[in-house]
């Protein structure tokens, strides 16, 4: 039976045993036990497709209102994408192209507000939750590549690189501390540093204004 579930359930399994290159109208048909184009009563194309697998994975991933602390809240988001994406390493880059808008404006709107019961300036919020959200996915998708390609999860030679080897052994932080901590760091300096102002230029003066000076 064809169902918009039912079509999502089997796309993200085979983007999760075979990765993207494994994902075709066909082939989820195929899987279903029906032919491509019964497909397209339930989703246009292959891009709806991915939408909806997005949707499914991220759109519900906002945290509640639990607590009045702004940035235990962002943090925690953080770290709840990480453990959402994570789940589906093979599809990571397309969870973020495919994102659903409304999950970002939920997650934007209810930060803002919460920034805005602390007295936190308006024209730092939005520094704020971008800078969140870049930290957050580029350590995401890095860590989503290092779990799907073997080359770079290899040591690094320890007789070149004595330094880096030696700071790795000495790292005791797992993913999501780490993450804790570059999402603080973020946080921290660019409330440290205050809003943003754009500098005024100074022109320098043309020749008729040198001379009437």
């Not at 999502?8 to 036990?33: F, K, W």
């Amino acid at each position: 039976m064809i169902t918009r579930e039912r079509v999502v359930e089997v796309a993200i399994r085979l983007l999760d045993s075979e990765g993207v290159q494994g994902l075709s109208v066909d082939r989820i048909a195929s899987e279903i036990g029906v032919r491509g184009p019964s497909l397209y009563y339930y989703y246009a194309d292959k891009a709806a497709i991915l939408d909806a697998v997005a949707t499914t994975i991220l759109s519900t991933f906002i945290l509640d209102h639990r607590t009045d602390n702004w940035t235990d809240w962002m943090v925690e988001n953080a770290q709840e994408l990480y453990r959402r994406v994570m789940a589906h390493p093979n599809v990571a880059h397309l969870l973020l192209e495919h994102m659903p808008p409304r999950a970002v404006t939920a997650g934007f709107g209810q930060g803002a507000r919460m920034m805005t019961e602390v007295g936190i300036d308006p024209s730092l919020q939005l520094e704020l939750l971008q800078g969140v959200q870049h930290v957050a996915w580029g350590f995401i998708l890095h860590r989503a590549v290092l779990t799907t390609n073997e080359l770079l999860r290899a040591e690094p030679d320890r007789t070149r690189y004595p330094e880096l080897a030696a700071a790795q052994r000495a790292n005791r932080l797992s993913d999501e501390e780490l993450l804790d901590r570059a999402t603080r760091a973020v946080i921290a300096g660019l409330l440290a540093a205050g809003p943003s102002r754009k500098a005024t230029v100074r022109r320098k003066p043309s020749g008729d204004q040198r001379a009437a000076s």
